[in-house]
């Protein structure tokens, strides 16, 4: 049973690990726009791109060194997996923006259960671009 188990985990590594940091990156980017909102009281969309830029950075680090463990520091390869990686980043971050405009600031609706449903989206989009474009294996 164990064995089964480990078997599982090493077949479905990159996804578990890209689940575990696509939650933490959530709680970041939840976290950022809390304060940024709630605390400092920016608006809805200065709020939302700040903190989707330190979730992107955030994401970045650990989706490159440990889920999809791309170890390569050349700088052809690094310049590419960053220059990609942001690329859809900002499809997607453009996505969360569409997503909380009409949301929160047309339809009124309740900003933080539409942040989370929104980086569920983005979250399930990024990880196919990040397995089938910028970490590939070749």
Excluded: P
């Excluded at 940091?21 to 605390?39: D, E, P, Q, R, S």
């Amino acid at each position: 049973m164990i064995q089964v188990l480990i078997e599982l985990m090493r077949k479905h590594k990159a996804f578990i690990m890209y689940a575990i940091f696509g939650v933490l990156t959530t709680l970041i980017n939840l976290m950022a726009y809390y304060v940024l909102y709630n605390v400092l009281a920016w608006g809805n969309m200065s709020s939302t791109a700040l903190a989707w830029f330190i979730a992107v950075i955030f994401a970045f680090i650990t989706n490159k060194k440990w889920v999809f463990d791309s170890q390569s520091m050349a700088l052809k390869v690094l310049v590419y997996e960053l220059l990609t990686f942001f690329a859809c980043r900002i499809a997607t971050g453009i996505l969360d923006m569409a997503v909380m405009y009409v949301a929160v600031d047309v339809m009124s609706w309740n900003e933080m259960v539409w942040k989370l449903l929104s980086n569920i989206i983005v979250i399930l989009l990024n990880f196919v671009a990040s397995k089938l474009v910028i970490f590939k294996k070749k």
